[in-house]
């Protein structure tokens, strides 16, 4: 843990760090653009004979339902690759900017958004509603329905049994939060068990998945996100505080018991909003936060917005890993994020402590 | 700033940990609250921040009570500097001294970045650490990391200064380099500062008053001279010291004594004559010993007096540079008759306190043992030609023994 | 008292966040529920989720997304309008030459680009990437193939919507009439009902509500595991000891790992009538895990195994 305080506190980026949001602003726009070309149908990323062509693409993108092109290319471009992307974009950002909060509040490098049960209790909500059948009753919003409504259920439970008298207790509550994890996740273990037919629904959901980009998912997710990360941008300088103890943050001006629930509330209520939609995406929210802070540093007024862009970004590109590293095929996403930020954030670590990356 | 803190109390649960304190502060003052550890000194400054809540009493900030305040009108009030501050996370200094600009935050939105930078690095070019400011906070000396904690402190632009302990993870030079520096804002900056100090001789040297807590209550208050004697650090502390003034300064200093020196056990009586400071160590070692101590004449302001009265041992005493006169004489004897031991130490002797010589002989007339001490590494203590060495020898041929040191003088007296 | 205040602003921002949140979310929730339905004479029939599907026309390009649906179609005769299949896919083998659109997860750009003009699912498929497809003009049919019942059901309903009425009724009478003449032997009065143990991988087996469960009891055998809680439970040793079946099959498909040799081996399983008798036999896993119509020979080969007197 105290090898990530040992930074390259003189190099480029944390002198000039507008300009590395600007860095990573741009790459995120890269990143949606190119990421619409990649697809089982082309042009990047496809081994199919009868692939799309640029041109075609990028007429698609212009105009929404040009005559020239075929209802499959406006179709494949605006019904599946946008939303997806955008979804993919919005659940990274909320994830890390989540992450970063959660991190903060607890003092511990090693929390993630998961931490207070959100995941946890969104999948009893979605394992409950593929088994009860009630995504073919009542329809497919259901599931997203069902899986926040519990989220936010065990989240509540778990912060009334880290809370002595009106103190949120940052020890009680991470030890909370992992007591509740592990007996949810005994129970979804055995409803996967007795799932029957609904066992690969709810693996695919356990691991996450942009298999279902729907454009109402991302309107869903579109306000709470931004929201979520702006209040997190803005209690910056107290999080900062926070970092160093919670009298010194009273001492400094920042009532520490506000500051938690607050952070608690806006981190919680953004991850169930992204887990709801498409399941259980670990890592981003962990370690997006940690490579961004080698690089930044600790200052959230930094470290929040940088976090938020490179998670949106990163999320994007496992996602374009997932759906087209096996033809034909779709690996789930949460699988990708695990495979690539590991290597690369023990990279950035050795680097950060050995000093010679960032000077 | 002035500050009145009148009747506060606080306890957590049941146990009381503040009693009615009450005490003001002028401006610009520079007050030490001390007292034994559980005291409640720390408590005090917690309540202060309002980190604590009071359950009674008032604290008053120029005559504004401090439950009417903000959080950040109470952190533009109060600055803290705790022990030592540590983070596993990678801020810089600078980063850490741009927190104390939290309470003067404007709004969320606009950052005005430009005066909040200015004036970081102006609290840390007061406060010695300016080189310091893009070093990783985790990676600096304890001694740097409070430097830039009173930065980030300075930087709240408070009224008053508060530090809890400031120098106990810090080594000689470092505790020296931190209280002057916080003696300098006190002055220059004309800071109130209220410091919780563990060090009586710290707190003696730099502070103006020094509040002493115990068990909840405050004890006394006052200048240091006033506050540090040792019947009041008996009572607050349980420890038996020895007060001095420095010969430069005439600040206090304290210095602890064996904690044991109370023995229960009441021993022999043992009469002791002695002069010039050659007393001490036999004294010291009688007393610890459990013998019931008393000592010839001394004139006052001998040292040997002063180290009588720190061990509480009664004195037969004359007054100073006068030599001893008949009534004292005549005293030193009647003790000598109820003691059934006398020690001579290797003490000068002149014209003035030949006498004490004279007692031990009239002590072996009377047929006590006398034992004489010879130790001191021949220094010449024969001021009346020769006489006293020739008396000495008389006294041996009395019957009296010599002996070398303390330590076999200790020996030869527990046989 | 700055405790209440923070409590305020605190409980403000939540119920801000909440409400708004909610709002953007049900308007959300309607801008893309509304979906295209044709209102002409067409197709009308309900699939096994209960789904009122419409179609204007007799469809000519379909995908199938699971095994069962795939060989129904093909029975049916409606082989030559199917454009793609789901990967496990392998039966007829015409099937192998088709393009393939996923699994569980469906590669929703291979199927739009493939322009079908109706979807045959199963129920092992998620229904939400299906809806999502429904909602960009593409309907989907489910069949959720339960039991013997289903399959005849399924094959007429795939011959409803293929226009292959006549074939897919004579099938299903075809398959109705083996189906009874397997039963009226095994269920006839006097005939011994064998224990069975039924594994399709080591220790797994069928149990109440599966397809496998069904089958053992119309092929005039008791399923041991037909007291388990779950639909494809795994089981104990123990259990299986203490139930001491006659019989033991295990299936031979691609997840295959064991033999008669290693099942005899187990620990404590010397002593079970099945492995003492040497009763230990083989099928073919897709006989009994494809619920088309190669169910009824599994069911028929299943009955043989059995009663090896009755069908000799």
Known sequence: MSGIGKVAANSRIRRSPVRFLCLLAVLLLATFFLAIFIGAKGPIGSDDIDEMRYSELFDAILDKDSERLSYSTTAIVWAFRIPRVLLAGLVGASLACAGTAMQAVFRNPMADPFIIGVSSGAAIGASSAGLIGLTVVVGSFTKPMLAFACAIVTVFFVYRMGTIRGKVQVETLLLSGVAVAAFLGAIVSFLMYS?????????????????????????MMLFPALAGVIIIFLYGRELNALLLGEE???????????????????????????????????????????????????DHRVLVPAATLFGASFLIWADSIARTILPGEELPVGVITAMCGGPFFLYLLRRSRTGSVIS | MKLNVSDLSFSFDSSKVLKNISFETAEGEFLGLMGPNGSGKTTLLRCLTRYLPARAGAILVDMKPLH?????????????????????????????VLMGRIPHMQSRLSSSRREDADKALAAMTVSGCAHLANRSFSELSGGERQRVVIARALAQEPKALLLDEPTVYLDISGQLEMMDLVAKLNREESLTIIAVLHDINLAARYCDRIALLNQGKLEVLGPPNDVLRPEVILTVYGVDVTVRKDPLTHDVFVM??????????????????????????????????????????LNVLDSDYESATDLRVPIIAEVPFAQISDDMHAENLKRIDETPIVVVTHFPVGPGNFRNLEAAMYALKAGKRVYILTGGGGARIDFVGGKADAFIGDLVDAGAVKIKSVTDMMHIIGE | ??????????????????????????????????????????????????????????????????????????????????????????????????????????????????????????????????????????????????????VTKDIRLVGILTGHVEEANALADSLEARIEAVTEKTQAEGVVKPRVYLEY????????????????????????????????????????????????????????????????????????????EGNILSMDDNLISRYGPRIVDGLEELAALLHPDLFS
């Open chain 1, 195 to 219: 799932a029957g037919q609904q066992f690969h629904e709810l693996l695919l959901w356990l691991l996450g998945s942009f298999a279902e980009p729907r454009w109402s998912y991302v309107w």
């Open chain 1, 248 to 298: 010194t943050a009273h001492n400094l001006g920042a009532n520490p018991e506000t500051l938690k629930k607050l952070m608690l509330a806006v981190a919680a209520f953004v991850t169930a909003g992204a887990v709801a939609f498409t399941g259980i995406i670990g890592f981003v929210g962990l370690i997006v936060p940690h490579m961004m802070r080698i690089l930044v540093g600790a």
């Open chain 2, 68 to 96: 009417t305040m903000t959080d950040r009108e109470v952190a533009s009030t109060f600055a803290v500097v705790p022990q030592s501050s540590s983070t596993d996370f990678p801020f810089t200094a600078k980063d850490v």
């Open chain 2, 256 to 297: 602890p004594r064996s904690p044991t020196v109370l023995s229960t056990k009441i021993g022999r009586r043992i009469h002791v004559l002695c002069g010039g400071g050659s007393g001490g160590p036999i004294m010291r070692a009688l007393v610890d010993g459990g013998y019931s101590v008393s000592v010839g004449v």
């Open chain 3, 1 to 150: 008292m700055d405790r209440m205040l923070a409590k305020k602003e605190f409980t403000v921002w939540i119920t801000l966040t909440v409400v708004v949140s909610s709002v953007i979310a049900f308007t959300g929730g309607y801008m893309v529920g509304a979906t295209t339905s044709g209102e002409d004479e067409g197709i009308l029939l309900v699939d096994d989720y209960g789904r009122t599907i419409k179609l204007d026309k007799i469809p000519e390009r379909i995908v199938s997304t699971a095994p069962t649906p795939t060989e129904i179609l093909f029975a049916v005769g409606a082989g030559d309008l199917v454009v793609g299949v789901d990967e496990y896919s392998d039966y007829p083998a015409e099937v192998l030459n088709i393009t393939k659109v996923g699994s569980y997860t469906l590669s929703t750009e291979v199927i739009i680009s493939l322009q079908p003009d109706l979807i045959v699912s199963s129920d092992l498929v998620p229904i939400a990437q299906l809806e999502l497809l429904e909602d960009n003009g593409i309907p989907f049919v489910v069949l959720a193939t339960r039991s013997l019942d289903d």
């Open chain 3, 201 to 276: 991988y080591p220790y797994w087996t069928y149990g109440p509500g599966s397809f496998g469960n069904d089958l053992i009891a119309l092929a005039g055998g008791i399923n041991i595991a037909e007291n388990t809680t779950s639909e494809y439970p795994m089981v104990s040793s123990e259990l299986v000891i203490a139930q001491d079946p006659e019989i033991i099959i295990y299936t031979i498909g691609y997840m295959t790992t064991t033999t008669a040799e290693e099942i005899s081996l187990r620990p404590g399983w010397g002593e079970i009538t099945a492995v003492a």
